[in-house]
C-alpha cells in the first residue's frame, strides 16, 4: 500500500526552462510534506517543505504547491539548471506516526544544457 | 558533529552472517530513524527512535532485524544471519523537531551480501 505515489519515474528539461515533479498522497493524516534531492552515492538532502495549513510555499528557484483537496503536491523548479540533475524524493508525516516520514519511489531529474 | 555520520560506508558479507551498522546523530537531536533504499526503489520507514525508546519498530522487515539506542544519542542497527534480500542501502536520519529544522540525513551503509 504505497501512501505516496510519484507515478513519474524520470523527468528529462532543458536548462533555463521549468521542472515540475508530482507527487500524489492517499492518507489525509498528512499534515507536512517535504522535498528531498539525492545524488549518488550520498544521503537525502532536505530541499523544501510545507505544511498542511498552506497551499504555497517558495524558496529561491524552488516552489512547492499543495492541494489537499486533491491529496496532490508539486514541485517548481525555475530556471532549471544542470546541477539540479538529481532523484527527487516526495516525503509526507503525521504527527501521529511519530513524524516518520513516508517516501514516494523517487523522479529522476536530468537537466540538459 | 556536525552531520550525521553512519558506519561503515560500505560493507561486504557472505549470506548467513550477522552485521552491525552505526549511526552518530547530530548532537542533542532527540529522534532518529532508520531507512533502507533498495536498487530502484524508494526510501522504506524501518524503526524510529525517541531517545532511547522505540515507538515505532512498524517498518522492520523481520526478526532477524534488531535496532538500539543508548544515551539518546548512538544507533546501531543489527542483522542477524544476512539474506541476499538485505542488500541495501542503509540510511540514518536525526532531527531536533521535524516541524522547524527538518531531518538531517547520513550518507548511509551500502551492504552488499554476497
Known amino acids: 500500500d504505497q501512501q505516496v505515489k510519484q507515478n513519474s519515474p524520470s523527468l528529462s528539461v532543458q536548462e533555463g526552462r521549468i521542472s515540475i515533479l508530482n507527487c500524489d498522497y492517499t492518507?489525509?493524516?498528512?499534515?507536512?510534506f517535504l522535498w528531498y534531492k539525492k545524488y549518488p552515492a550520498e544521503g537525502p538532502t532536505f530541499l523544501i517543505s510545507?505544511?498542511?495549513?498552506?497551499d504555497k510555499n517558495e524558496d529561491g528557484r524552488f516552489t512547492v504547491f499543495l492541494n489537499k483537496s486533491a491529496k496532490h503536491l508539486s514541485l517548481h523548479i525555475v530556471p532549471s539548471q544542470p546541477g539540479d540533475s538529481a532523484v527527487y524524493f516526495c516525503?509526507?508525516?503525521?504527527?501521529?506516526?511519530?513524524?516518520?516520514?513516508?517516501f514516494g519511489a523517487g523522479t529522476i531529474l536530468r537537466v540538459k544544457s | 558533529g556536525a552531520g550525521v555520520s553512519q558506519s561503515p560506508s560500505n560493507k561486504v558479507t557472505e549470506k548467513g552472517k550477522d552485521v552491525e551498522l552505526r549511526c552518530d546523530p547530530i548532537s542533542g537531536h532527540t529522534a532518529l530513524y532508520w531507512y533502507r533504499q533498495s536498487l530502484g526503489q524508494g526510501l522504506e520507514f524501518l524503526i524510529y527512535?525517541?531517545?532511547?525508546?522505540?515507538?515505532?519498530k512498524s517498518g522492520l522487515p523481520s526478526d532477524r532485524f534488531s535496532a538500539e539506542r543508548t544515551g539518546g544519542s548512538v544507533s546501531t542497527l543489527t542483522i542477524q544471519r544476512t539474506q541476499q534480500e538485505d542488500s541495501a542501502v542503509y540510511l540514518c536520519a536525526s532531527s531536533l523537531d521535524p516541524r522547524n529544522y527538518g531531518y538531517t540525513f547520513g550518507s548511509g551503509t551500502r551492504l552488499t551480501v554476497v
Open positions: 492518507n489525509s493524516m498528512f499534515d507536512y
Open positions: 516525503a509526507a508525516s503525521a504527527q501521529e506516526y511519530g513524524n516518520k516520514l513516508v
Open positions: 527512535f525517541q531517545g532511547n525508546s522505540a515507538p515505532d
Open positions: 510545507i505544511s498542511s495549513i498552506k
